[in-house]
């Protein structure tokens, strides 16, 4: 069967910044399921994925079957390929692993949201940047610009909202444990996102949550090293 | 074996605030044993607990082994009684629990503790007072009465705070998914906490997380009930 993902892209087909396309990218990759073909989508390319009934990316074709959405993509593949590796560890595991899923994206992605905001925009193609700009500040109620002035307090913000991370990752090298697994891909793919975004690090060099990033970046043959682009950039 | 739980008391011996106890209340129940003596511990009770080698409640006594830490008495039930219930569902849900357990202690614990705090230490007993206000203070770095000068700003962040737990219980009744399990116990804990703690109700009465706290409060027969007396004597 072929498998055809089609991902979000930001200002060239290598510099892929959403999260929600690396855990489809990472879900594939523990699966040990080829991509066939990697299909770029800008954000304001609508038409390209119109064949999915929705506007969202990423969207997992594989043969016949299209699915959309990260969590469901995740489900999809621990069901069609339960001999597999999985992704999860379990039933129980899985229950637990979608509430790393709603963390990531209810406190953890808006903590880091207003910090790369301004970067990303810079970053994207430059026909995407007026769509980019007219959604995202009609979802915030702000301009991107904006966001740089309260630079402090959201740093103050994420440092709080990372405080679980923190003390999971204390005495051990992933959230599931001694070996990756889905819940590292949906956290790692928010810190990724930043990492994509904006070439200013949102960690220090010398902050185990970073070290964190790297090992997770570093698996699939450092399937994540592409996002480190604008950080050498600016190095 | 003879059970031993050393717990936390408020202004009474029914009255019992600490979220750390009553996880461990649960996990015992969990795991269908009997608690044969109940032994209340008060803020300032610290020679009660001295046999343990430190300060901290809740304590297990199971026989000969002494257990403190909820974490670690949860952990310890789930490998002394392998033949009941399971408190996770296996290794990957126990390693996932874990970051249940980080988040419920650094995020939601912090976001609740300054919305009841002043009432808390109204309800304790009164020899309790002055070694809860000088230690709490100590720790907070500002005076148990100055919280309620910021509440409305406390309330914001609880909102966003509690914004995964909300995503997660949309679909399904338990946080551990349709049956509860040690998940459960440690996010109903803090809900369980602020009952217990003050009148004011933390959730509107149409909340839906005030009807997943009475869910778990009405397991083993009720046994959360008794924290539902301040609300009571408040209606």
Chains 1, 2 share one sequence.
Not at 117 to 137: M, P, Q, V
Not at 160 to 181: S, T
Not at 205 to 215: F, I, K, T, V
Request: charged residues 25%.
């Amino acid at each position: 069967m072929t498998i055809t993902l089609y991902e979000r892209v930001g200002g060239s087909d290598d510099h892929r910044p959403s999260p929600f396309s690396w855990r489809a990218r990472y879900a594939l990759a523990h699966k040990g399921l080829a991509v066939d073909e990697h299909v770029p989508v800008k954000f304001h390319d609508k038409q390209i994925i119109a064949f999915s009934g929705q506007g969202l990316v990423p969207i997992l074709v594989d043969g016949e079957t299209v699915v959309h959405d990260s969590w469901s993509i995740a489900l999809y593949l621990e069901e069609a390929y339960p001999e597999r590796p999985s992704l999860f560890g379990g039933p129980h595991a899985q229950e637990l692993t979608h509430f790393v899923n709603a963390w990531a994206d209810q406190s953890l992605m808006p903590a880091v949201f207003p910090l790369v905001i301004a970067d990303l925009h810079a970053n994207i193609a430059e026909d995407d940047k007026a769509y980019f700009r007219e959604t995202r500040e009609q979802r915030l109620g702000r301009s991107i610009e904006s966001f740089a002035n309260d630079r402090a307090a959201f740093e103050a913000n994420l440092a709080k909202v990372l405080a679980p991370l923190r003390a999971r990752l204390a005495d051990r090298p992933f959230v599931a444990g001694e070996e990756p697994a889905y819940a590292d891909y949906i956290v790692f793919s928010i810190l990724q996102f930043a990492r994509c975004a904006s070439p200013t690090p949102l960690l220090a060099a010398d902050d185990p949550l970073r070290a964190y990033a790297d090992r997770v970046s570093d698996l699939f043959d450092g399937m994540g090293a592409s996002c480190r682009r604008l950080e050498r950039l600016a190095a």
